[in-house]
């Protein structure tokens, strides 16, 4: 019920919503590096300002976002985080398994609340219906 609500004032209000990055980027724990602060700023303002208004996105399979390709300030190449690691192939099995956890405790913590099935496809490792 409040997904719903939540998803009819943001389209009421024709508001846009931004997932930021201000955590881990680079790899696992161990091999990445903490996302540098300037950056995280740099993407807040561009967010805030108006600057992703007219750039073009590609879409997450795995994680249903929309990835900016261009953020003034912030260099391209860190906006994917599969660009981030130095094996593109261990990036993309760590975001399978990631998004197939994300799936399974979906099921396990709400699959039989009668979630919406246009709002349970948005949790990332689940199919669109």
């Known amino acids: ?23 881990w980027s680079g790899g696992p724990y161990g091999e ?17 300002g108006g600057g992703l208004d007219a750039v073009e996105f ?3 399979p795995r994680f249903h976002i929309a990835i900016p390709r261009t953020c003034p300030g912030v260099p ?4 994917s985080p599969r660009n981030t690691w130095t094996d593109g ?5 760590r975001a399978t398994k990631l998004a197939s956890e994300f799936a399974a405790h979906f099921a396990k913590a ?5 979630i919406d099935p246009a709002v349970a496809a948005q ?6 219906p």
């Open 1 to 23: 019920v409040y997904a719903r609500m939540l998803g009819e004032k943001l389209d009421r209000h024709g508001t846009d919503v931004y997932l930021v990055n201000t955590g």
């Open 32 to 48: 990445g590096a903490r996302m540098d602060i300037r950056l995280t700023r740099g993407m807040v303002r561009a967010a805030l």
């Open 58 to 60: 590609d879409e997450d």
């Open 76 to 79: 391209s190449e860190i906006l």
């Open 89 to 93: 192939a261990a990036y993309d099995a």
């Open 110 to 114: 709400y699959g039989d609340k009668g």
């Open 123 to 128: 949790c990332p490792g689940i199919e669109a």
